[in-house]
Every structure is written in structure tokens, then in C-alpha cells.
């Protein structure tokens, strides 16, 4: 089992930036991999990036391609997702997720994931 909080949402003006954080405990954080997906309202869930458990392999949506970085430290079981230059349409509530896979792998699919946070929400302001 793996345990997974976010923390650092909130409300924004168009522009600015924000860095979300996901704080993992359970099994060893190293072997999984991270993805970061958001939910807007009357919208389905969509990925926005994902990252391999060793940190080397990310993916991006083109939505957020050049404005969102996601990265991991291991050694701190933290995954995060600094939001650049943030618009009103990046409004939702952001989920971080964990599966155990390879080395290399960057699932892109709800489906493949095992374990989901709480949630934190992001307000872009115009």
C-alpha cells in the first residue's frame, strides 16, 4: 500500500505559478511511478504529466507542454508539479497517483493506476 497527499493548491491569478507537492509513505516511494491528473468541473479526468519511478522518463499533455514540470525526490518519497504561467482553463482539482512498474515506464491511463490522493485544488483567476 502506498499512502499519497497533496498539498500546495489554491487560487491564483492568471500568469502566476504554483508547486504541488505529493508526499508518499507506505512501500518503497523509488519503485513507483507518479502521475499527475486533474479534474475539472462536468469534466472527465485527464493526465497532465507523469514521471518514471526513476525519474528519468516524464510525459506531458500538450496542454501543459512548456508550463509544467514534474519531477520527483526519492530520497524525500515526494513527487511535485511546478505549474507555470497558470491559466484560468488549469482550474481543477489536481490528483497525484502511484503505480509500481519499470524502470523506464511513464503510464499515461487512469487505469494503471493503483493508488490515488485526496486531491488538491487549483483556482486560476482571470
Known amino acids: 500500500q502506498v499512502q499519497l497527499v497533496e498539498s500546495g493548491g489554491g487560487l491564483v491569478q492568471a500568469g502566476g505559478s504554483l508547486r504541488l507537492s505529493c508526499a508518499a509513505s507506505g512501500r518503497t516511494f523509488s519503485s513507483y511511478a507518479m502521475g499527475w491528473f486533474r479534474q475539472a468541473p462536468g469534466k472527465e479526468r485527464e493526465v497532465v504529466a507523469a514521471?518514471?519511478?526513476?525519474?528519468?522518463?516524464?510525459y506531458y499533455a500538450d496542454s501543459v507542454k512548456g508550463r509544467f514540470t514534474i519531477s520527483r525526490d526519492n530520497a524525500q518519497n515526494t513527487g511535485y508539479l511546478q505549474m507555470n504561467s497558470l491559466k484560468p482553463e488549469d482550474t481543477a482539482v489536481y490528483y497525484c497517483?502511484?503505480?509500481?512498474?519499470?524502470?523506464?515506464?511513464?503510464?499515461?491511463?487512469?487505469?494503471?493506476?493503483?493508488?490515488w490522493g485526496q486531491g488538491t485544488q487549483v483556482t486560476v483567476s482571470s
Open positions: 514521471i518514471s519511478s526513476s525519474g528519468r522518463s516524464t
Open positions: 497517483a502511484a503505480c509500481q512498474t519499470g524502470y523506464w515506464s511513464v503510464p499515461r491511463v487512469m487505469g494503471q493506476y493503483h493508488y
